[in-house]
């Protein structure tokens, strides 16, 4: 059986609703998830140096990043870096890789910025515009933030001629407000913050999930989801764990619909490892 069917079939869905992983399809557009976005297209179309989107573990970053490269227009020419790391020179190398910018294994740092220059320019030149997307972004040391600043001042006349998106953990936030980093936050022309859903979201964006898989959205009781949001916080990944795992175990009773009582079975089995403390739960 595909893993993307398992219990589907029994609920009458054409898949799973709540994979982990991002997928497009199934993007929730929130009220916030809607600004997180907007802001993401205010970065381009204004171009903003830097563009800068932050979010807990399983906020849904990824998914807005794969839904804006489903929209990049046909003129722009996109690099995406996921989970990048190491010092000077390294992220220039990292650069260029997802560019498809081919560089002498040898080269040197300035060799290697020159091949960059002379590739934006060229892009430039024939019109197009040039976007770095850095997901994971909070891996980065302050050295290899600066770094990326320093791109930012490639340019033509008044033209920007790469501009950076930064997507990362809360951290990065923190990362960037950094007393050091006072010239990187000056070129932060947008950023966005994602907060945990509250609870009637949290119930929104089960029934949404559920729906977009050829559901009625009424597979999980009231009772249910707002024990969900309880036990995760309203965290999207954390509620898409939750509910996976309450289908399963509803489908497993032959019951069609998950109830209070599946969520708290679930719970006490231990199956489910994705808890909120006390505390994060407190300030939710």
Known sequence: MP???????FFGLKER???????????????QHNRAF????YGIMSKAPITL??????????TLVQKLLSKIRDDTTIGLISNAQGGRGELIQWVLNSLNVEVDPGASYVQMFQVLQDFLLKEYALGRMVV????????????????????????????VLIQLILVGQPELRDMVQNPNMKQLAQRIAANFHLSPMSSEITQDYISHRL?????????????ACRRIFEETGGIP???NQLCDFAMLYAWSAN??????????????DGVYMGQTSATEKDTV
């Not at 609703?17 to 009220?31: G, K, T």
């Open 3 to 9: 893993s993307n069917q398992l219990y589907a079939s």
């Open 17 to 31: 609703p709540f994979s982990l992983l991002p997928d497009p399809d199934f993007l929730f557009w929130s009220p």
């Open 38 to 41: 907007l802001v993401l297209e």
């Open 53 to 62: 989107i932050t979010g807990e573990i399983g906020a849904g970053k990824t």
């Open 132 to 159: 770095l997307i850095f997901d994971e972004a909070q891996n980065l040391s302050l050295e290899g933030l600066e770094e990326l600043r320093m791109l930012t001042n490639i340019n033509a006349n008044k033209d």
């Open 211 to 223: 729906k977009t898989a050829g559901g009625t959205g009424q597979e999980f009781t009231f009772q």
């Open 237 to 239: 990944r954390l509620v």
């Open 255 to 268: 019951e069609l619909i998950v109830t209070e009582k599946v969520i708290h079975s679930i719970i006490e």
